[in-house]
């Protein structure tokens, strides 16, 4: 686990702020929420109390606690529909930066993961990379990208230390592998099979293992 990795370094306090985009209701649990699923899943997976509104986090839905003495983690559940994500994102970061700028984070800034829905990976696989990388049609890691650029919050992360990365939950294609705008569109707002919902809710520990090995790099 996370714990276990971070626990080999230095007793110094590492910060992690997971992002999930989405939709609010009625399409929560559409694929395109996918990502709050999958946080939802990490906080039971966790034991973390129950997700709280947070005025101060952009009124979004925060959880927050430690997986080691010095790993401290906050989930954060992105309010805005999915295409105007970037503005709460960085709001809600910018927070969290604030919140844990005491004495640990001299040296770095927290590692932020945004958790979204991808459309390029089959149902149940999950794919990390580097947040900055292209976000390939998503328009709500498009609007994180923008927004973090924008505020000038993506230069300052790099420049201290940060991580900025992000994590795909694979939803699949349309029947016929279409790339039509309606059917996609249509797709992504879909209800999300029981069977796949099952299976995004036991990913959390394999998500846990993907930042482990990235995080402690």
């Known amino acids: 686990m996370l714990s276990d990795g971070l626990q080999n370094g230095e007793d110094e306090t590492v910060s992690v702020f997971i992002v999930s985009l989405g939709?609010?209701?009625?399409h929560d649990q559409s694929r395109h929420s996918a990502g709050h699923i999958l946080l939802k899943a990490l906080q039971s997976h966790l034991g973390f109390p129950a997700f709280r509104g947070s005025r101060p986090f952009a009124n979004g839905l925060v959880s927050e606690g430690k997986v080691a003495d010095h790993v401290n983690v906050m989930l954060w559940q992105c309010p805005s529909s999915m295409?105007?994500?970037?503005?709460?994102v960085a709001k809600a970061y910018r927070q969290f930066v604030s919140a844990s700028a005491a004495g640990s984070q001299e040296d770095g800034w927290p590692t932020l993961v945004v958790l979204y829905?991808?459309?390029?990976?089959a149902p149940?696989?999950?794919?990390?990379g580097p947040g900055s990388a292209s976000a390939k049609g998503h328009n709500g890691l498009k609007s994180v990208q923008q927004s973090l650029q924008s505020t000038g919050l993506g230069g300052r992360l790099?420049?201290?230390?940060g991580k900025f990365l992000k994590v795909g939950y694979g939803i699949g294609r349309p029947a016929g592998s279409t790339r039509k705008k309606?059917?996609?569109?249509?797709?992504?707002?879909g209800q999300l099979p029981e069977g796949e919902i099952e299976q995004l809710g036991g990913c959390a520990?394999?998500?846990?293992?993907l930042l482990e090995e990235e995080i402690t790099k």
Do not use: R
Not at 117 to 121: A, I, S, T, V
Not at 124 to 128: A, F, M, N, R, V
Not at 182 to 189: P, R, S
């Open 23 to 26: 939709n609010p209701p009625p």
């Open 83 to 88: 295409n105007e994500s970037g503005d709460a």
């Open 117 to 121: 829905d991808e459309m390029e990976l």
């Open 124 to 128: 149940g696989q999950l794919k990390l």
């Open 158 to 161: 790099a420049a201290k230390n």
């Open 182 to 189: 309606d059917d996609v569109a249509e797709f992504v707002l």
């Open 205 to 209: 520990e394999e998500l846990m293992d």
